[in-house]
């Protein structure tokens, strides 16, 4: 782990990648199997399809590959990682999946752990990795946003199934003078964590006489989708609100939107309470749902590698989700033009 120089106190964000799951899942494949049309999806979600793992697909396979590319558009050597921060809820291993992830990119000089916010979880990952980065005790640092909520999702659950994908993103951060990080701020509130839960199953079992125990394993994800959306259209505006406050920047002066991608209707009101026009708004939940963590890189990377976003650009991001847990961050990229 090299130590940055002591006035290397900004942050800057300079490599994007990600990587997408095997399997297409169409609106009206779903329609096949639960009781929802197309229409209906479209309309409520801006979904039209998501991406789904096959079996074989580990999240750790998706999230190097998501490193991987970052790396490549930061044009560093895997070795020259201090710190791979992977943001997941859907680890291969409880015990953390970024080691393995370290070990497939051979990051041998990178300590690696995973963090847990649910969709907030990239945002609350970049701030993390970007504390180190302040400190000076890390140089360069790579944060992956991965997850497979196709696994704890009931395919049978019409109000939670038809909104949520698989898949990774990722961001190669630096230390460097020139601070790219204008500002951020994290949010929990576990007291209202009870409408969005991928809750520990609760059966017990005999362990020996007078002794019983709890087998660990999940329940699929349990959602009061209103509830969830109220919570995003208020919070999400009032946060950002604060931070551009904070920072003294007007929302006129913002190139991009980034928000967590859970749906476009939530896109829509918070650009609009802004009066940021939908060209400035990044949006791919058309084709991919709402992937959890990965959402935010998996959305820049996009923007980044198809030119809309580009060096020196301005961007408001807001991520959102079970925890409950929100935040926002204020950042200029300052990858390749
Ligand atoms: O990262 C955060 C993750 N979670 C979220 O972002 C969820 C946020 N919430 C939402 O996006 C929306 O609340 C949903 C898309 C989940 C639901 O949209 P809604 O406009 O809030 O619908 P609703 O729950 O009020 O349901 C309206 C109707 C109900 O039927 P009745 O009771 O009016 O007869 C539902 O049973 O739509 C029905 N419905 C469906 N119909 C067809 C619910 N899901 C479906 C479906 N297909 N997939």
Redesign the pocket.
């Known amino acids: 782990m090299a130590g940055a120089s002591p006035h290397s106190r900004g942050v800057a964000l300079i490599g994007s990648g990600s990587a997408q799951a095997a399997q297409v899942i169409s609106n009206n494949q779903l329609g096949l199997r639960?009781?929802?049309?197309d229409e209906?999806?479209q309309s409520?979600?801006g979904i039209s399809t998501r991406r789904v793992s096959s079996p074989d697909q580990r999240l750790s396979d998706l999230a190097s590959d998501a490193g991987r590319s970052a790396l490549a558009m930061a044009g560093w050597s895997a070795e020259s990682l201090d710190l791979v921060l992977l943001a997941t809820s859907t680890p291969d291993d409880l015990f953390g999946t970024a080691p393995a992830v370290q070990a497939a990119l051979g990051a041998t000089n990178a300590v690696a752990f995973d963090l847990t916010a649910a969709?907030s979880g990239f945002l609350f990952s970049l701030v993390t990795a970007a504390q180190y980065l302040r400190t000076g005790s890390m140089r360069r640092a790579l944060v992956i946003g991965a997850d497979q909520l196709s696994r704890f999702v009931d395919w049978d659950d019409?109000?939670s199934c038809?909104?949520f994908g698989d898949g990774a993103g990722a961001v190669a951060i630096e230390a460097a003078d020139d601070d790219g990080l204008l500002g951020f701020l994290l949010r929990s509130d576990g007291s209202r964590g009870g409408v969005?839960n991928l809750p520990a199953l609760d059966s017990d079992e005999v362990l020996a006489a007078d002794a019983r125990h709890r087998q660990g394993g999940y329940r699929p994800i349990e959602?009061n989708?209103?509830e969830?959306?109220k919570f995003?259209v208020r919070e999400v505006p009032a946060v950002l609100q604060d931070l551009l406050e904070r920072c003294a920047v007007g929302p006129e002066s913002i190139d991009w939107l980034l928000l967590?991608q859970?749906?476009q209707r939530?896109l829509d009101a918070v650009a609009d309470r802004f009066a940021i026009p939908r060209p400035k708004v990044l949006s791919n939940l058309a084709h991919y749902g709402?992937t959890?963590a990965a959402t935010i890189p998996l959305v820049l990377d996009e923007a980044v590698r198809d030119g809309r976003v580009r060096s020196g650009h301005l961007l408001a991001s807001s991520g959102?989700?079970a925890g409950l847990s929100w935040g926002a961050a204020l950042f200029r990229w300052q990858g390749p033009a």
């Open positions: 639960v009781d929802t049309s209906w999806i409520r979600t969709c019409r109000r038809v909104l969005l959602m989708g209103q969830v959306y995003a967590h859970a749906n939530i709402n959890s959102f989700g």
